[in-house]
């Protein structure tokens, strides 16, 4: 999966102070915000400090590899278990994200009404936070799952955070690393199904691999500007031509269409997953290839739009016939 968001907007009351020098006698206390409201949008702060968008993505990739990993064995199982630890180590990877970048972030405007930017959320606050629910997510995972999945989550983590995160202002080949920790939430609920690691599991971190690519050098090619200006090297050598990134894409989701075909040639699916995915691998690639020749700002979201088309249609078709299959 993708490991960039976009910002998420959340309108809150500002707070004032009781005694601070603008509130005088006779003027209406009424307009400070209750202590409700002031609950409610901390608890938006932190909720939006996990990047609720890339939670959701990585949840319905989880479910799939579970589905997958049971091996027609359809048991409920730890998979709750599995959900609730997974996803507390993708908020503590975001949190803690956020709070090394939170001086680049202010200088993005993608990113500068993030909680911590933004003033919301204290550094200390957000950092505690995103330590508790790492080290719970793994304590969670060894616990109630099994110790392969805890042990790559936790890999999952020091990766996203130790590795890709400082790489940002770096290298390009950030992107690399950080499409890694990002193709793994269905290998972990394949793990938590099965307990093993063998082909099926290979398949699906390739192919989710390979599919952030074109994704998110669109993304990078779009926001070259604000990157630029926070120091971030998002953008590989040569990014500011559109027509590179588009090639480069344009390889990836090439690369991309005979690893998609590899669950059917394992026995994960059959020749229905076959054609919907050569098919969607040969349309992924199409508007790689018109960002590259057009090199506009609509092709680019095009092509963003094209990959967050071609993984849901992907991964949904490869469950349905793996199901069938077994039947």
């Not at 989550?153 to 890694?180: D, H, M, N, Q, S």
């Not at 020749?293 to 071609?310: D, E, H, I, K, N």
Request: aromatic share 10%; glycine share 10%.
């Amino acid at each position: 999966m993708s490991h960039e968001t976009a910002t998420v907007d959340v309108t809150r009351p500002s707070s004032v102070s009781a005694s601070g020098p603008g509130l005088h006698s006779g003027e209406a206390v009424a307009d400070l915000p209750d202590a409700t409201s002031s609950t409610w949008g901390r608890l938006a702060d932190y909720v939006e400090l996990t990047k609720p968008r890339i939670a959701v993505m990585a949840t319905v990739t989880v479910v799939v590899g579970y589905l997958l990993g049971s091996r027609g064995q359809w048991f409920a199982g730890p998979l709750p278990q599995a959900l609730v630890g997974i996803l507390l180590v993708a908020a503590s990877s975001s949190a803690l994200n956020q709070w090394i970048e939170r001086f680049r972030d202010r200088l993005m405007p993608r990113t500068a009404d993030r909680p911590l930017p933004a003033g919301r959320l204290s550094p200390a606050e957000v950092l505690a936070f995103g330590l508790i629910t790492g080290l719970g997510g793994v304590l969670c995972l060894a616990v109630t799952v099994n110790l392969l999945t805890a042990g790559l989550a936790a890999g999952t983590l020091l990766l996203y955070v130790a590795v890709y995160t400082p790489l940002k202002t770096r290298t390009g080949l950030c992107t690399t690393i950080g499409a890694i920790p990002g193709a793994l939430p269905p290998v972990l609920g394949y793990t938590a199904a099965s307990g093993t690691l063998d082909v099926a599991a290979v398949a699906l971190f390739a192919v989710l691999f390979l599919w952030q690519f074109p994704h998110f050098l669109a993304i990078a090619w779009l926001y070259r500007e604000q990157y630029g200006r926070a120091g971030m090297k998002m953008v590989p050598l040569g990014g500011e031509r559109a027509d590179v990134v588009g090639l480069m894409g344009f390889v990836y989701a090439i690369a991309l269409i005979p690893v998609s075909l590899w669950p059917s040639r394992i026995g994960l699916a059959g020749d229905v997953y076959f054609v919907v995915a050569l098919g969607l691998g040969l349309a992924y690639a199409a508007a790689a290839l018109r960002f590259a020749r057009f090199g506009s700002t609509a092709t680019a979201r095009q092509l963003v739009y094209s990959s967050l088309l071609y993984l849901p249609v992907l991964l949904g078709t490869l469950v349905w016939n793996h199901v069938a299959l077994l039947q």
